[in-house]
């Protein structure tokens, strides 16, 4: 019996020896960090923002993999799947807190299956339409959709994702009838929009910026109760009347469940040190991102907030995906 406790005592050491030599030389060999969205969008960019910087931080090739498809919930699933060992993250965002109060049911529990790390930026979405599109205003919006109910297309990241509830959202506070469009991703969805093949859409302002100030789109309004700092001319739908409106887009890294704290410890620890340099902050600024880098304890309590909070609002409009 003592020979029995000595090898299990004698195991759990070795494990945990191991466990502290992988946190002390994570990383030593290349990252992957999974993208759930086609190149081009928000998730896209601040990934290769952050995975840029990390590489340099840990002298390591940090590698972008997009997987997009089905509501960003095919990459969350593929890195599910993966070693629980730090080499495969995911660029998690709000569109995750949203699906599982979307969707009948998912290949996984994305509160048990992935670790929160850090919130890397909160981005507001802007309401967009084509210059082709004759409303100048959010009134001037709501008043040619409530004449031709149900002709108004609306564009999003896919179904499910945060930008279909958002425009669900307005069509209830509105009171119109818009058709929604999903896409695999907003890059995508922003061609069709520019090319007036769609009428509107509501994106991330650092996914849509460069295309507002180019005059392709025209920003109408911006979905959180403050004005963006990249936009500050542009209203909130607060302001335009829709009262109360106010969503935001996070994005985040997360880990599957498993990985050492350590190496989570360490990952935080790096991505909030980047998150802190004035350089870093200036170019999310400039991109319409605000820099976060809370800890993973206040992420995970945001996202099981947000699981409550959109399932809510997912019955009110009645959004449910096979």
């Not at 990985?259 to 991505?271: L, M, S, Y």
Request: charged content about 15%; glycine content about 8%.
């Amino acid at each position: 019996m003592k020979r029995l406790i000595c090898r299990a005592i004698a195991a759990a050491c070795i494990t945990v020896a191991c466990v502290n030599v992988h946190a002390q030389s994570y990383p030593d060999r290349p990252v992957r960090i999974i993208v759930p969205s086609p190149p081009g969008g928000s998730t896209d960019q601040l990934a290769r923002l952050m995975g840029q910087k990390l590489g340099e931080k840990w002298g390591q090739t940090v590698v972008i993999e997009n997987k997009p498809g089905a509501g960003l919930t095919l990459g969350a699933d593929y890195v599910t799947k993966q070693p629980p060992d730090g080499y495969t993250l995911l660029m998690g965002a709000l569109h995750h807190s949203i699906a599982p109060a979307v969707y009948k049911s998912l290949p996984y529990d994305f509160q048990r299956d992935l670790t929160p790390i850090t919130v890397v930026a909160v981005v507001p979405n802007v309401l967009i339409v084509p210059q082709s599109l004759p409303a100048k205003s959010v009134a001037e919006l709501i008043a040619l959709a409530r004449a031709k109910p149900g002709s108004l297309t609306y564009g999003s990241t896919g179904a499910g994702t945060a930008h279909h509830l958002i425009g669900e959202q307005f069509n209830d506070m509105a009171g119109v009838q818009t058709l929604h469009v999903p896409y695999k991703g907003s890059g995508p969805a922003l061609i069709d929009l520019m090319g007036g093949r769609i009428d509107m859409m509501f994106d991330t302002v650092a996914s849509c910026l460069p295309h507002i100030q180019s005059g392709k789109v025209r920003a109408l309004a911006v979905a959180t109760s403050t004005r963006s700092s990249a936009l500050p001319d542009v209203p909130t739908l607060d302001e335009a009347g829709l009262k109360g409106f106010d969503i935001a887009t996070w994005f985040g890294f997360l880990a599957p469940t498993g990985t050492p704290q350590a190496v989570i410890d360490k990952v935080h620890r790096d991505t909030v040190a980047i998150l802190k340099d004035q350089s870093i902050q200036k170019q999310l600024l400039a991109m319409g991102a605000e820099p976060v880098g809370n800890t993973p304890q206040e992420m995970t309590k945001q996202i099981a907030d947000e699981t409550v909070k959109f399932k809510a609002l997912a019955q009110k409009a009645n959004l449910s995906i096979e």
